[in-house]
C-alpha cells in the first residue's frame, strides 16, 4: 500500500512540475483549454499575431533587439524577460512557449496584485508553488482548497472538489473584480508620456459589472471535469476581434422616422469607449430597400486616430489625437440620415468594424490577411418604415 502511495505523490508531482505547460490543464479543463487554444491571450505573440508581427516590424526596438512588447504579450518567455532587465540581446525565438505559451493559464492565475505605474502597470505574480487564485463565492474564504471528497446528505452524497494537481486559492478579491486584467489591460504610454490606448478603472472595480463579466461570461459547460458544473466561465476571451458576437448584447442600436429624414441611435453599454485600440474602424451602413432595389445612404465612421503635427504616426512617435468620434462609455449616439422613409420602405442597418483600419493595411504588410482586411458585423437588422 504503501508503495501504490509513494507512486501516486510521484505522479501527481510530475504533473504539478508541469503545469507551466497549459495543455497540462487540458486534462481536467478540456473545454476551458480549448477555448483558450483558440483566443488571443495563447495567439499574443508575433508569431502567432499577425498584426502585432506588422507592428513589431516596424518598431524601432526591433533594430536595438529589445523585444519590450514581452511584458503583456509573452509575459511566460521567463528567459527572454530576463535578459530585457539585464540589458541583453532580447528576440522572441520561435519555440513551443511563443507559440503555444504567451500567455499561459498558469501565468494569468498567478496574478496576485497589480502595481500601478504612469506608463503601464505591471503584474504582480504569487510565490506560492502549486497555487493557483480562482473565483468562486461559495469558497471566498478558502486561500488553500485542497482535493478531497465532500460527504453530504448525511453520507450519502460524495462528490470531489479541489484539484489533485494543485491548491487553489478563491480568497483574491481582484479574481471578482477585473482588476486583475489591469496589468496590462489598463493603460499604456509612448517615451511622448502621451496615452496609446487607457481603460477607465472604474469599470474594474465592481464585483457585478467589470471586465471578466464581459470578456469572460458564464456559459454552458463544466469548467473541470473532475466536478461536473452547468456553467463556466468563456475562456476564448471576447474582444473587439474575437469572439465579438458575447459583446453585441452591450450595443443598442435603433431607428426614429421624423417627417423629412430619420435618426439612427447607437447606444454603447460598456463601461469604457466603444473600441480601444487606434488601429480599428468602427463603420455604421445604411441601406434603404425600395421596390426592389437598394439604396445605399453614407457610411458613416467612427475611429481615434493620433499622430504627431496633425498628421497620422504610427504609435511610438505619437504625441496627440488627430480625430476621435469613438463612441464613448455610456453614450448614446444620433446619427441623422437626410432621406425621407416611404411606406413599406425596409432599412437595413449594419454596425461593424475593421480590426486594422483600411489606410493602414499596406504599411503593416497585412495584404494577404484576410483576417486584419475583414469587416466584422457586430449588429444587423432590418427595421420597417410605418
Excluded at 497589480?114 to 504582480?124: D, L, V
Excluded at 508620456?193 to 459547460?221: Q, W, Y
Aim: proline fraction near 3%; include cysteine.
Amino acid at each position: 500500500m504503501k508503495i501504490i502511495l509513494s507512486l501516486i505523490f510521484v505522479i501527481l508531482n510530475i504533473y504539478a512540475n508541469e503545469l507551466v505547460d497549459s495543455n497540462t490543464c487540458k486534462g481536467c479543463h478540456p473545454t476551458i483549454y480549448s477555448e483558450f487554444y483558440d483566443s488571443s491571450h495563447r495567439k499574443a505573440s508575433i508569431f502567432e499575431n499577425k498584426v502585432h508581427k506588422g507592428m513589431w516590424d516596424l518598431h524601432p526596438d526591433k533594430q536595438k533587439e529589445s523585444y519590450t512588447c514581452a511584458k503583456c504579450h509573452t509575459p511566460t518567455d521567463l528567459e527572454l524577460l530576463k535578459n530585457l532587465e539585464e540589458n541583453k540581446k532580447a528576440m522572441p525565438e520561435k519555440n513551443n512557449i511563443q507559440t503555444q505559451e504567451a500567455i499561459s493559464c498558469v501565468y494569468c492565475h498567478s496574478i496576485k496584485n497589480i502595481e500601478e505605474h504612469t506608463s503601464s502597470n505591471k503584474n504582480i505574480a504569487s510565490l506560492k508553488d502549486k497555487v493557483f487564485y480562482s473565483a468562486n463565492e461559495n469558497n471566498r474564504d478558502q486561500k488553500n482548497k485542497e482535493f478531497k471528497d465532500e460527504v453530504s446528505l448525511f453520507g450519502m452524497m460524495k462528490e470531489k472538489s479541489g484539484s489533485p494537481f494543485h491548491k487553489i486559492d478563491y480568497s483574491n478579491d481582484n479574481f471578482y473584480t477585473g482588476k486583475m486584467c489591469m496589468g496590462c489591460h489598463s493603460h499604456l504610454q509612448n517615451e511622448n508620456n502621451f496615452d496609446l490606448c487607457r481603460v477607465e478603472e472604474k469599470g474594474a472595480k465592481s464585483e457585478e459589472t467589470n471586465c471578466i463579466s464581459c470578456h469572460m461570461p458564464k456559459i454552458a459547460g463544466s469548467a473541470t471535469s473532475i466536478k461536473i458544473t452547468k456553467e463556466h466561465r468563456f475562456h476564448g476571451f471576447a474582444s473587439g476581434s474575437k469572439n465579438q458576437d458575447l459583446l453585441s448584447k452591450y450595443i443598442k442600436i435603433d431607428l426614429k422616422e421624423n417627417k423629412n429624414d430619420f435618426e439612427i441611435s447607437i447606444k454603447n453599454e460598456a463601461s469604457h469607449n466603444l473600441f480601444l485600440q487606434p488601429l480599428r474602424l468602427a463603420q455604421l451602413k445604411v441601406n434603404v430597400l425600395r421596390d426592389g432595389k437598394y439604396i445605399a445612404l453614407e457610411t458613416k465612421e467612427f475611429a481615434r486616430i493620433i499622430g504627431k503635427d496633425g498628421k497620422p504616426t504610427m504609435p511610438w512617435l505619437a504625441n496627440s489625437e488627430i480625430k476621435n468620434n469613438m463612441i464613448k462609455a455610456n453614450e448614446k449616439r444620433i446619427i441623422k440620415y437626410d432621406f425621407q422613409i416611404q411606406k413599406d420602405d425596409k432599412i437595413e442597418v449594419i454596425f461593424g468594424y475593421y480590426t486594422v483600419n483600411p489606410k493602414m493595411i499596406e504599411k503593416l504588410n497585412l495584404q494577404d490577411d484576410e483576417e486584419s482586411k475583414k469587416f466584422n458585423i457586430i449588429f444587423s437588422k432590418f427595421f420597417y418604415a410605418k
